[in-house]
């Protein structure tokens, strides 16, 4: 629980890689050394399958309403972002192009207007950006912008629960 009281196994023991609790802490999404995502239902100890792509399908990110979720891939050749319905149904969509050998998104702010991603770029290394993403008919531009490059790498970053911040690790 919240205060630290263990309270019972969440799931069977297992490789969990990368994995995010739902925002409804009943689910999991994770992935495998098999390279796709996968989601682990608590109340059902059962694992469903999101993706199975032959590429990489990797660090899964819950959307705030926990209806869909984010993972990084390259099947297209370099890594980009997609998204999926957290119920498995439909296809991916494609958010982010990045096209880099490695990049992932890291967080989705909790208003939905936001996800945060990791990506190399020559001459800084590992930085951060952001890619804006507005509700339909909201307008607005899209175009992800670079929230932190430095001479260092910044990366691994998460979103402050008020969305007013972002905590980051860098090796400076």
Known sequence: DRTGKPIGLFGPPGAYNRFRLAPDEKRIVFDLANRDVWELDAARGATSRLTSDPAFDN?????????????????????????????????????????????????????????LYQMPVSKTGQDLWIAPQFAEGAGGDRKPFPYLQSQFDEQDGRFSPDGKWIAYVSNE
């Open 59 to 115: 660090v899964p990110v819950w959307s705030a309403d926990g209806l869909r979720v984010l993972f990084s891939s390259n099947r297209a050749g370099g890594y980009d972002v997609y998204t999926k319905s957290a119920s498995g149904t439909g296809k991916e969509e494609l958010l982010i192009k990045m096209g880099t050998g490695t990049g992932a998104a890291v967080d989705w702010s909790k208003d939905g207007r936001f996800i």
